[in-house]
Nanobody, 121 residues
Framework: QVQLVESGGGLVQAGGSLRLSCAAS????????MGWHRQAPGKQRELVAT???????QYADSVKGRFTISRDNAKNTVYLQMNSLKPEDTAVYYC???????????????WGQGTQVTVSS
């Protein structure tokens, strides 16, 4: 069993910054790609950013130049630095990870419980 726990969400004014963290724990052999998604009220969940174990990143067009994803492989943790926040960034942010578990060496996609980010205008 693997768990992902997010932290760092909250309320911020437009133009402000927040840093989200997501720590994985449990029966982990290795973690492949990690990512952040978000879901606003009444909308579908959308991809925000991903990062491979080697550090290759991808971003949604809507956050390019404002958000930065990073990870610490030794800590099994992924981060999302969010700058120049806009009201339309308001959503529940979820992290996910592709995890190879031990001792079964099975691959699973694991999701966190989500953290609320609210940007006021």
């Amino acid at each position: 069993q693997v768990q992902l726990v997010e932290s760092g969400g909250g309320l911020v004014q437009a133009g402000g910054s927040l840093r989200l963290s997501c720590a994985a724990s449990g029966s982990i052999f290795s973690i492949n790609t990690m990512g952040w998604h978000r879901q606003a009220p009444g909308k579908q969940r959308e991809l925000v950013a991903t990062i491979t174990r080697e550090g290759i990143t991808q971003y949604a067009d809507s956050v390019k130049g404002r958000f930065t994803i990073s990870r610490d492989n030794a800590k099994n943790t992924v981060y999302l630095q969010m700058n120049s926040l806009k009201p339309e960034d308001t959503a529940v942010y979820y992290c996910n990870a592709g995890v190879l578990t031990t001792p079964s060496l099975r691959f699973n996609t694991v999701w966190g419980q989500g953290t609320q980010v609210t940007v006021s205008s």
